[in-house]
Structure formats: C-alpha cells, structure tokens
C-alpha cells in the first residue's frame, strides 16, 4: 500500500480491438428486419417507378369493361367502372405511403422538439409545453382530424398536416420522459463541467440516447398514419376520389365485396403488410442503433 | 507527508460559509408542507495550491454534493466560492463556460459518466471540441496520448464504453478530466465503485498524475484507509458539516473529534497482535430535514452533555493547522475511550 506511486500499463486491457460495429452490419444480422427492409424498398420502388412505366392511369376507363378478372393486360382485373386495378393500386400506394411518411416525420419533429425542450429546460417550459400536450390528447384523435380536415379541406398537403397535428402527442411523451431520464446521467454533467453550451449538451448529448424510442414511435406513427389516412380515406373526408388512395378504393370496394372480393383485399392486404413490415424494421432499428446490442 | 510551509503556500479555492438546500415536497394532504433538507450547511474550507485534500463521511453528508457546488455543477443555495481570488458564484453563464476548462471533475460512477453512443475516442476529444481547441486531426493525437497516459491502448480510441471494464472506464474518465489541462479536479468517490486491487492502480494513477501535472485534488470518499494514502490534508464531514480538518498524519494519529475516532476505530489494522478497541456509534444519522439542535453528532456522541444540545459548536483551531468543531474535542493522545471514562467518573 505504501510503495511509491508507479503506474504499469492496466492489466485489464483486453486484446486490441479495430471493430467498428456499424448500424448497417448489425441490422444485416436481424433477418425479419432485412425481410421488412427489402419489402419496403421492393414495395417503394414498384409503388414510385410503377406509374412511370405502367400504360394504363388511374382514372381512365378501360375498353375492357367492369370487374374484369385479371388478364396480362390488367393483372388485377377492373374494377366498377372498368379502371385498371393495377394502375390505381400503384397510384393509390403512392399517395398512401407519402402521406404516411410525410405526416409521421412531422409529428416526429413536432414531438421531438417539445417533448426535449419541456424535459430539457424544465420550469415554466416544462409546464407549458407538458400542459398543451395534455391538453391535446384530452381530444379524441380521430374527431379531431375529421373536424380539422371538414374545416380545413382535403388537399393531401392538409391531409399531412392534420394527421400529424393530431399524433405527435405520443411521440413528445416519450422523448420527454427519456431526456429527463438521461439528463440526470453524469456524462451530461461532464459536458456541463467541460463548459458545453445546453444546446449542445441535448443535440449531441441527450437527442442521441433518446434517438432509438424516436424510432420507435416513428414506425408507430407511420403506421397509424397509413392506417388513418385510410380510414378517413374510407369515411370520404381524406382524399377525394377519382384520385385513388388505398383507403377509398377499400370504400368502392365493400359494394362488390362478395362479386369481385379482389377489389378490397388487395388494398386491404397492402395495408397491413406495408404497416406489419414498418413495425419489424422499426424493431430492428432500434436494436441496431443500441450499441450495446450487437450480436455475435 | 506535508511540510510546514504548506499552509504559506496560495490558496487555489476558498469556500466561505457554502450552503446548499433542497426542498422537498412532503407528500400527501391539501396543503403541502416543504421541508428544507440541509445537504451543506454552512461549510467554510481552503485548498492550497498543489495539494490534494481528502474529503471523507457517510453517505448522504454533503460531501458529493459539496464538491459539485464548488464547480457550480448545482447553484449554492448561499455563501462564496473564491477562486484565483474571484468569486465564481457571481459569474455569468458565459463566464462560467470560460473558466470550466480549469476545473474539472472525475466521477465515482464508471457506468453513467461516459456517453454510451460515443467512442472513447469521441469522448474525450469532445473535450477540445468544446473549447474548439486544435484541428481534428490534431484532437485525435492529443487524444491518444491521453490514453497512453492514463494506461489505455491508444488504439482502442474507436472502442465503445462498454467494452471497457470498470477500471479501464475510470482511467477513461481521468483522462477526459485532465485532456483541457485543468488546475483544479474534483474526483468525487472516484474508487468507490471499484475492486480493491484495481482501487489501488486508480490511486497510484491520481497520484502520478497530480504530481506531472501539478494538479490540484478535492478527493471525495467515503473511506478513511483510501484517502489516507493519497491525501495531503483530510476533512471530515458529518451531517453537511465539516467537523474536523487538519493534516492527514495529524488525523489519523490523534483525531480530535469523537466522529472521527469512531470513524477511525473501525478502520481494520493489517496487524492481528495490535489490540484496538472498537467503538460502535448508536443509532442512524439522524435526517438532514430535522436536523437535532446544538451540536448535530450529539445524538450519537458518547461525550455529548447539556451544553452541546444548547450550543452549535463553531470550527476553531485546537491545534496548529488543526481545526474541529466540538465542545469537548480529544486532547493529544487522547483515545476516545478515555475520554468516555474520563466523563463517567467525572460523573460519579
């Protein structure tokens, strides 16, 4: 105990480690993720390069006639008024998926930024920000978007707008309550004692740890984005028709469900696939993003 | 261990009269009352420069909470912290950032002080960035040399924290304490959380690193036997108090307070053949909400009389360079039990 103070290399040290365990190389190990992954970009790709390639648009009535089987040249028959059913699947994916992806990134942004300045600053903030926030999920979700869109109009911009408005509650509940766990931890308290302005310290400090439950929320709400823009597609207040979206060709569909059921499961089955496989990539993103959880 | 001229030597910090409150809400009820819980009262000390003052108690007697309020990583409730002859509590937050490069702290938790989604490598180079200080390639070799200083292989600057071990964390955290070369370090328990044998490694560490750097150290823990070996002066804290400081010789050979000759009793002696009497304080450390009057160790205090009920004992120099707050400190080669027999036969 007395002998005078001579340091020696830390016999811990392990052997020398070069590994740099990316998120790409990680999330390659989870296999249903990949299998969502590769789904999605399949799906992507068919849904925004389709209508480029395919000859028939959504809206013009084909010489072929109504509720057609499917043939080479409509792969998915007609529907009632003798519309390429394929045309309108890949026209109406597009607008479905954008407007999913376009309102869960808003609400993200929104939640995000609330839910860490209330967590981060706290006080009068806190208090503030927190209170709208109840507030706001005090009203019932889906009333909100249809009074908001009746009022408002249904152009797809405001159909985002409204879907996102009306979402981001969850997401800002989450955040807050992850940054003011991690805004107790000691590093960030280093970054304070290292002279880090606040600002830094939540970008760089805080937003990171919390970024694995913001993608988290983020597969949720684009989930319940598609999923709610479908159903106020459905209810005829999102987007109008002839402009076709998976939610109101589900609508047209249910008139002919017994005749030519392919009308409502194709829309139907693309919905959920497209909301199961964002859930198992989110799942796999948020494993990948934990440094802590790589896989041997 | 200290020479005579230490205490002609400058003074680096000074706290005056430093007191941290929190206040806590009771639960339950319309009206809520708050209590007020003194986690510092009223702590007056002095580190010189170059030395390395041990801070020692129990938990939860202000010690962590102290070294904090020192680098104003919590605001003092009231009081002075006086350093390089200014007063950092009247600082702005600008003046504030500019002057944290020269105090720094090492943490007792090897776990929650590194940022889990930097690499160590990014850790400590955030440092400089901070400060933006060098280039980034210039940050990197600063970097691995601090690595290299600490015991670390340089080449595991792209390791993340958790595949270091706890001692390996912690050697971590020092060099991301010494990387803007400060003057002045709080290492607050930085060994509590370790195994003995890599306890000592970290110690030996501190201390080659204080003695290169000339650095100056508040070493918090909560040990007698850990800050024995590394600290110039000791303090000795009890129920947000300091009850006694002196040099650590003067100490350990003959306390002055009844706090810290209990403490010091139930230290283990490496030697079997030494008889030592232990003594076992009664009961727990009373609340820091409701603390008693008077004296706040008379509750557990074998000595404890009439007069340390009534009257709250200042800090006062018993001896050269030896300062205790108690009514009836030991004398010189005074043990503790002594002074027990001595009270009872007064008595009778």
Redesign the interface.
């Given at each position: 105990?007395?002998t005078p103070?001579?340091?020696?290399?830390?016999p811990?040290?392990e052997p020398?480690?070069?590994?740099?365990v990316t998120f790409w190389t990680s999330l390659h190990r989870n296999k249903i993720a990949m299998l969502a992954f590769w789904f999605l970009i399949v799906l992507h790709v068919i849904v925004f390069i389709g209508p480029l390639v395919w000859s028939y648009t959504p809206t013009e009535m084909t010489t072929t006639g109504p509720l057609a089987n499917w043939s080479w040249a409509h792969p998915f028959g007609t529907d009632d008024l003798g519309r390429d059913v394929f045309a309108r699947m890949l026209h109406g994916g597009r607008i479905t998926l954008l407007v999913g992806l376009a309102a869960m990134l808003f609400s993200l942004l929104i939640g995000t930024i609330i839910g860490a300045c209330a967590g981060f600053f706290g006080k009068v903030v806190e208090s503030i920000l927190m209170r709208v926030t109840e507030a706001m999920m005090a009203i019932p979700n889906f009333f909100f978007v249809l009074v908001a869109l009746t009022v408002l109009g249904t152009s797809p911009m405001m159909v985002i707008i409204v879907i996102a408005c009306s979402g981001w509650m969850e997401v800002a509940r989450v955040v807050y309550g992850e940054t003011l766990k991690w805004k107790e931890?000691?590093?960030v308290?280093?970054?304070?004692?290292?002279?880090?302005?606040p600002l830094?310290i939540l970008i760089?400090?805080i937003i990171?740890?919390v970024l694995p439950s913001i993608i988290v929320s983020g597969t949720l709400m684009i989930a319940w984005a598609i999923l709610t823009e479908s159903a106020i597609s459905y209810l005829g207040l999102g987007i109008q028709p002839p402009t076709p979206t998976w939610g109101n060709m589900l609508q047209n569909a249910q008139q002919y469900l017994w005749t030519a059921p392919v009308l409502g499961i194709l829309p139907g089955a693309a919905i959920t696939l497209i909301v199961l496989a964002y859930n198992f990539l989110g799942d796999g993103l948020r494993d990948a993003l934990d440094?802590?959880f790589v896989k041997k | 261990m200290l020479s005579e001229d230490k205490r002609q030597q400058e003074p680096l910090v000074e706290v005056k009269h430093l007191k941290k409150y929190f206040e806590v809400k009771e639960s339950g009820g319309v009206k809520r009352k708050k209590k007020v819980i003194k986690a510092v009262n009223d702590v007056s000390l002095t580190i010189y420069q170059g030395e390395t003052l041990g801070l020692v108690g129990e938990s939860g007697c202000g010690k962590s909470t102290l070294g904090r309020n020192i680098l104003r990583l919590q605001e003092p409730t009231d009081g002075e912290v006086i350093f390089h002859d200014q007063d950092i509590l009247t600082y702005n937050k600008k003046q504030l950032r500019q002057i944290r490069n020269k105090m720094q702290i090492i943490y007792q938790d090897p776990f929650g002080s590194l940022n889990p989604r930097f690499t160590i490598g990014q850790s400590i180079s955030e440092m400089f960035k901070i400060h933006g200080l060098y280039t980034p390639k210039e940050r990197e070799e600063r970097t691995k040399e601090l690595l290299e200083l600490v015991g670390l292989d340089p080449n595991r600057y792209h390791s993340y924290p958790h595949e270091f071990s706890g001692g390996q964390r912690q050697r971590v955290g020092i060099a991301r304490a010494l990387a803007l070369n400060p003057e002045f370090i709080v290492a607050d328990e930085p060994v509590s959380a370790l195994d003995v044998s890599v306890q000592s490694q970290i110690i030996n560490l501190l201390m080659k690193l204080k003695k290169d750097f000339g650095l100056t150290l508040l070493f918090i823990a909560h040990g007698l036997n850990v800050v024995r070996h590394i600290s110039d002066r000791v303090g000795v804290m009890y129920l947000g108090k300091l009850v006694e400081i002196s040099e650590t010789d003067n100490i350990f050979d003959s306390p002055a307070h009844p706090y810290t000759a209990a403490l010091l009793s139930t230290v283990p002696d490496p030697n079997p053949e030494k008889r030592r009497e232990r003594i076992v304080l009664e009961g727990e450390v009373p609340s820091p909400a409701s603390p008693p009057s008077g004296c706040s160790f008379r509750t557990r205090c074998p000595l404890a009389t009439e007069r340390c009920k009534q009257v709250v004992p200042e800090l006062q120099e018993v001896r050269s360079g030896h300062f205790v707050s108690c009514h009836y400190p030991l004398a010189k080669g005074q043990t503790l039990l002594d002074a027990i027999k001595e009270k009872q036969t007064s008595k009778v």
């Amino acid at each position: 105990m007395e002998t005078p103070a001579n340091i020696e290399t830390a016999p811990e040290v392990e052997p020398v480690q070069q590994r740099k365990v990316t998120f790409w190389t990680s999330l390659h190990r989870n296999k249903i993720a990949m299998l969502a992954f590769w789904f999605l970009i399949v799906l992507h790709v068919i849904v925004f390069i389709g209508p480029l390639v395919w000859s028939y648009t959504p809206t013009e009535m084909t010489t072929t006639g109504p509720l057609a089987n499917w043939s080479w040249a409509h792969p998915f028959g007609t529907d009632d008024l003798g519309r390429d059913v394929f045309a309108r699947m890949l026209h109406g994916g597009r607008i479905t998926l954008l407007v999913g992806l376009a309102a869960m990134l808003f609400s993200l942004l929104i939640g995000t930024i609330i839910g860490a300045c209330a967590g981060f600053f706290g006080k009068v903030v806190e208090s503030i920000l927190m209170r709208v926030t109840e507030a706001m999920m005090a009203i019932p979700n889906f009333f909100f978007v249809l009074v908001a869109l009746t009022v408002l109009g249904t152009s797809p911009m405001m159909v985002i707008i409204v879907i996102a408005c009306s979402g981001w509650m969850e997401v800002a509940r989450v955040v807050y309550g992850e940054t003011l766990k991690w805004k107790e931890y000691e590093f960030v308290e280093a970054a304070n004692a290292a002279g880090a302005k606040p600002l830094r310290i939540l970008i760089k400090y805080i937003i990171p740890q919390v970024l694995p439950s913001i993608i988290v929320s983020g597969t949720l709400m684009i989930a319940w984005a598609i999923l709610t823009e479908s159903a106020i597609s459905y209810l005829g207040l999102g987007i109008q028709p002839p402009t076709p979206t998976w939610g109101n060709m589900l609508q047209n569909a249910q008139q002919y469900l017994w005749t030519a059921p392919v009308l409502g499961i194709l829309p139907g089955a693309a919905i959920t696939l497209i909301v199961l496989a964002y859930n198992f990539l989110g799942d796999g993103l948020r494993d990948a993003l934990d440094p802590k959880f790589v896989k041997k | 261990m200290l020479s005579e001229d230490k205490r002609q030597q400058e003074p680096l910090v000074e706290v005056k009269h430093l007191k941290k409150y929190f206040e806590v809400k009771e639960s339950g009820g319309v009206k809520r009352k708050k209590k007020v819980i003194k986690a510092v009262n009223d702590v007056s000390l002095t580190i010189y420069q170059g030395e390395t003052l041990g801070l020692v108690g129990e938990s939860g007697c202000g010690k962590s909470t102290l070294g904090r309020n020192i680098l104003r990583l919590q605001e003092p409730t009231d009081g002075e912290v006086i350093f390089h002859d200014q007063d950092i509590l009247t600082y702005n937050k600008k003046q504030l950032r500019q002057i944290r490069n020269k105090m720094q702290i090492i943490y007792q938790d090897p776990f929650g002080s590194l940022n889990p989604r930097f690499t160590i490598g990014q850790s400590i180079s955030e440092m400089f960035k901070i400060h933006g200080l060098y280039t980034p390639k210039e940050r990197e070799e600063r970097t691995k040399e601090l690595l290299e200083l600490v015991g670390l292989d340089p080449n595991r600057y792209h390791s993340y924290p958790h595949e270091f071990s706890g001692g390996q964390r912690q050697r971590v955290g020092i060099a991301r304490a010494l990387a803007l070369n400060p003057e002045f370090i709080v290492a607050d328990e930085p060994v509590s959380a370790l195994d003995v044998s890599v306890q000592s490694q970290i110690i030996n560490l501190l201390m080659k690193l204080k003695k290169d750097f000339g650095l100056t150290l508040l070493f918090i823990a909560h040990g007698l036997n850990v800050v024995r070996h590394i600290s110039d002066r000791v303090g000795v804290m009890y129920l947000g108090k300091l009850v006694e400081i002196s040099e650590t010789d003067n100490i350990f050979d003959s306390p002055a307070h009844p706090y810290t000759a209990a403490l010091l009793s139930t230290v283990p002696d490496p030697n079997p053949e030494k008889r030592r009497e232990r003594i076992v304080l009664e009961g727990e450390v009373p609340s820091p909400a409701s603390p008693p009057s008077g004296c706040s160790f008379r509750t557990r205090c074998p000595l404890a009389t009439e007069r340390c009920k009534q009257v709250v004992p200042e800090l006062q120099e018993v001896r050269s360079g030896h300062f205790v707050s108690c009514h009836y400190p030991l004398a010189k080669g005074q043990t503790l039990l002594d002074a027990i027999k001595e009270k009872q036969t007064s008595k009778v």
